[in-house]
């Protein structure tokens, strides 16, 4: 089963800041098949990035994700207010479908 | 547009078993999968499983096998997720979600285990 740790745990920033979340995979996730989502209180997840770098239609572009292997990052390029919420990455190449522990963006 | 609509919150006590709806609104059913995750309260995404949505194949989580079933019913396209044996640990909120990678959300369903 492939184990998904990210970091870090909490990311404290102001509105305007750049931000990097890591995502780190126990082994390769074959096909760069994984995901970003993003949780803000009381709502559903929100897909923001699938294949490790393809964003959805109507996610900002400020959102990037980049990265293969066991390694990948989601970029927030300029904070908007709207951005501080909990940053989630699952691999779905392979049934567990894991998702990391999460990073809670905070202002 | 696309939406997935889960049933109302439920209540139940310890030993007891759940059963939660997901329906498909604005696509037509079609050869894709239905995850199931749950979240308990200030804790991270938890999978479950899949369903498969033409074929019904399923792939259960390890810890869930054994008193989680995933349906569905092609009739009326809604699909359920059955929980049995329910402890305090189960309480949680639970989405069920559209493809292999999520992209779409119900808006969860609050499953309250409590003597």
């Known amino acids: 089963e492939t184990v998904l740790t990210q970091s870090p745990g909490t990311l404290s920033l102001s509105p305007g800041e750049r931000a990097t979340l890591s995502c780190r995979a126990s082994q390769s996730v074959t096909s760069n098949y994984l995901a970003w989502y993003q949780q803000r209180p009381g709502q559903a997840p929100r897909l923001l990035i699938y294949?490790?770098?393809t964003r959805v239609t109507g996610i900002p572009d400020r959102f990037s994700g980049s990265g293969s292997g066991t390694d990948f990052t989601l970029t927030i390029s300029r904070l908007e207010p709207e951005d501080f919420a909990v940053y989630y990455c699952q691999q779905y190449r392979s049934s567990p479908q894991v998702f990391g522990q999460g990073t809670k963006l905070e202002i | 547009q696309v939406q997935l609509v889960q049933s109302g919150a439920e209540v139940r006590k310890p030993g007891a078993s759940v059963r939660v709806s997901c329906k498909p609104s604005?696509?037509?059913?079609?050869?894709?999968?239905v995850h199931w995750v749950r979240q308990a309260p200030g804790q991270g995404l938890e999978w479950m499983g899949w369903i498969g949505s033409k074929s019904g194949d399923t792939k259960y989580a390890q810890k869930f096998v054994g008193r989680i079933a995933m349906t569905r019913d092609t009739s009326i396209t809604t699909f359920y997720m059955e929980l049995t044996r329910l402890t305090s640990d189960d309480t949680a909120m639970y989405y069920c979600?559209?493809?292999?990678?999520?992209?779409?959300w119900g808006q969860g369903t609050l499953v309250t285990v409590s003597s």
């Open positions: 294949g490790a770098s």
């Open positions: 604005g696509y037509s059913l079609s050869d894709t999968y």
């Open positions: 979600a559209r493809s292999s990678f999520c992209d779409v």
